[in-house]
């Protein structure tokens, strides 16, 4: 265990900055959606409160620019969703808004691509998933329509893998789940469809373990849940089956640790929610037991800190939300 936040919370997002803290921003908890935001010191092992959202949302995303800045997008609270987006400022600690979306969203995705503008990928909105997307700009703080995605999605994902090209895999429109992807392709403003997976596949995990992999984990779909693995060549367009993990999960988090292992924590499957962890080694495509978390945890978060260690923070446990914060050790 490490130090508590203030708050419990989960569907929040947490960002690391170029300093190393940890900013945890947003989520709901069991009585009210939050605005409130914290930060992470892993030199103290540390939280505090740092500046408050201009609206209290769950579910949207955060990414960090190249110049620091944590940009905000999207989300929903009790009754509305969102287009607003806003920007974080650690030095000063403070928000401020920024350009709207064109598009209402939750459950969407963000890319920081490599010349440093962010690309939003479909989500939800009111009655539908949407295959919307935008670029945002960060020298104008600007919105632009791009082409759509083929498919509506949401609760799919999107990777960033070679000269700005963007893989998205998976999710859900209306009843049908899906096992097609989709490649956005920067410089020639152009989506084009990827292989097919052996699954249809949402709420999963998608880590880039090199420029040109990309390793998609667990899910649910029609079937139920899942623990199949699979892996996404790029330079053929293919995907190979790899081991299934040791155990069937969804809404689980998956982080590509420095020495290129994947540490999967937590999540859920018909037994409930999970404390269980595993590793996954790509060099001999093996999942091993990773040790148990100290709580069950569902919609929680992970970070890469610094050290090599993962920062797990918040979610949902049986019958909580929660505060707490754990750090796996490799």
Do not use: C
């Amino acid at each position: 265990m490490t130090s508590f936040m203030n708050i419990s919370r989960f569907g929040h997002s947490a960002s690391v900055l170029h300093d190393g803290r940890v900013l945890v921003a947003g989520g709901r908890n069991s009585s009210l959606v939050l605005n409130g935001a914290e930060l992470y010191d892993p030199s103290t092992k540390t939280w505090k409160k740092t500046g408050d959202m201009t609206s209290a949302r769950y579910m949207h995303t955060s990414s960090v620019l190249k110049n620091g800045k944590v940009l905000v997008a999207g989300g929903l609270n009790e009754s509305r969703y969102f287009s607003t987006a806003e920007l974080y400022d650690p030095i000063s600690g403070t928000w401020s808004s920024t350009k709207s979306m064109n598009q209402r969203r939750m459950n969407h995705t963000a890319s920081v691509l490599t010349d440093g503008s962010v690309l939003i990928t479909g989500g939800y909105t009111e009655t539908k998933a949407i295959s919307v997307v935008e670029l945002f700009n960060p020298s104008s703080e600007s919105w632009t329509y791009i082409n759509n995605m083929e498919q509506n999605r949401r609760m799919h994902t999107a990777s960033v893998i070679g000269n700005n090209t963007v893989l998205v895999v998976g999710g859900q429109t209306k009843q049908l789940i899906f096992n097609t992807n989709e490649l956005y392709h920067q410089t020639k403003n152009s989506w084009g469809n990827g292989a097919f997976m052996g699954h249809p596949r949402m709420q999963h995990t998608a880590s880039v373990l090199n420029d040109t992999t990309v390793l998609v984990t667990g899910g649910i779909n029609e079937k139920g849940v899942m623990n199949s693995v699979e892996l996404y060549i790029s330079s053929a367009n293919v995907w190979i089956q790899r081991r299934e993990m040791l155990v069937q999960r969804f809404t689980h988090t998956a982080t590509v640790l420095k020495d290129g292992r994947v540490l999967v924590v937590g999540g859920q499957n018909r037994t409930g929610i999970l404390s269980h962890t595993e590793l996954y080694n790509p060099a001999d495509d093996n999942w091993l037991y990773a040790g148990s978390m100290i709580h069950q945890r569902k919609d929680h978060t992970a970070s890469l800190l610094g050290d090599g260690t993962v920062l797990v923070v918040g979610g949902q446990s049986i019958s909580e939300v929660l505060n707490s914060a754990e750090l796996y050790r490799p």
